[in-house]
């Protein structure tokens, strides 16, 4: 092999663990935050970024994630108008902070 073959191979794990990491970022800390549910290292276990928890994953069942989206009047860092979607398709940008929707994004 030579050295830029060597060197494909290693960025892109690098770039989908880093991907993969940021997800999970996303999903476990920066929506239930933006939702007004503060995830610290003390409740990091305990906290579940979805009602339905791990059963829809492990069923097949991901559709379950996309129900129950925050609604255009969500107030970001608090519960008024929050969902309980972890990954959806709305689209177009979130109407108070105009950026793309977190549950988009991950």
């Known amino acids: 092999k030579n050295a830029e073959s060597r060197l494909n191979h290693h960025l892109s794990g690098l770039f989908g663990v880093s991907s993969l990491a940021w997800t999970g970022h996303l999903v476990h800390v920066a929506i239930p935050e933006s939702r007004g549910v503060h ?3 003390d409740n990091f276990l305990d906290v579940l970024p979805h009602p339905e928890g791990l059963e829809p994953l492990f069923t097949g069942q991901w559709n379950l994630y996309a129900q129950n989206p925050d609604s255009s009047s969500h107030l970001f860092g608090t519960s008024q108008g929050a969902g309980t979607a972890i ?4 689209g177009g940008f979130h109407p108070q902070t105009q950026s793309l929707w977190l549950t988009d994004m991950a």
Not at 87 to 90: E, I, S
């Open 39 to 41: 995830v610290r290292w």
């Open 87 to 90: 990954l959806t398709f709305l």
